[in-house]
């Protein structure tokens, strides 16, 4: 998946691309269907658009951004450990940046996971955490299906609506983990609207019973 055309003008290096994309972004066609290729270039298109909006590095938030769901190849609770660890232990890196910016990007990537509780350490992990958070209502509840068919596979309709209410509540409702770095962001708007349809579980379950039957189809083609 090419992504010269919408990068050229936010000046990420050229053959900094060329890397990611032939060694990187290919290893996002194992994860699930909620964190794959696809997934991955909407982080790093958005990162370098608040990069050069908040007048960041591009170079590093594009890397952070390509990097920061690689340790999905182990085990999912501590994939933002493992991602940092993998970007940070990658020497083809050194082409391009030092190893005190390796060390900023590896915390960046350590930082974005939704359910930390601190606050990122630096404006690159904020970059990285926004960009993760693509809240947009109908985009987070079929990504929260997809997961649950993917991963809960024994599960029926109903079952699976009930994990995707849990789920929900505890992530995104107002008392949810998910937390905003960057204020008056798109994201905090969609947040509200997501905040608005868990409040009231009349007005989810539809979205939730069109998104399923759109997602049980595809999966069983």
């Known amino acids: 998946m090419k992504l010269e055309s919408d990068m050229i003008d936010n000046n990420v290096s050229l053959d900094l691309m060329e890397f990611v994309e032939q060694n990187i972004l290919p290893r996002y066609n194992e994860f699930d269907r909620a964190h794959n290729i696809a997934h991955a270039t909407q982080v790093i298109r958005k990162s370098v658009s608040l990069a050069r909006n908040f007048g960041a590095d591009v170079n590093m938030a594009y890397v952070i951004a390509a990097y920061h769901d690689l340790g999905l190849e182990g085990p999912r609770a ?13 020497r083809r890196l050194r082409k391009w940046f030092s190893i005190s ?3 900023v990007m590896r915390e960046a990537v350590e930082d974005h996971r939704a359910s930390a509780s601190h ?5 690159y992990g ?3 955490a926004e960009a993760d958070r693509n809240l947009e209502p109908e985009t987070v509840v079929r990504r929260t299906i997809q997961f649950g068919i993917a991963h809960y596979p024994e599960k029926d309709k109903e079952e699976q609506w009930r994990r995707f209410m849990e789920h929900m509540d505890s992530k995104y409702s107002i008392h949810g983990y998910v937390k905003l770095w960057l204020p008056g962001s798109e994201n905090e708007r969609n947040l509200n609207q997501l905040r608005a349809l868990i409040a009231n579980p009349g007005e989810m379950r539809p979205l939730f019973e069109r998104i ?10």
């Open 78 to 90: 501590i994939h933002h450990v493992t991602s940092g660890k993998i970007l940070e232990a990658d």
């Open 212 to 221: 399923y039957s759109e997602e049980r189809g595809t999966s069983e083609q």
């Open 119 to 123: 606050a990122p350490r630096s404006l």
């Open 126 to 128: 904020k970059i990285v």
């Open 101 to 103: 910016q390796l060390k």
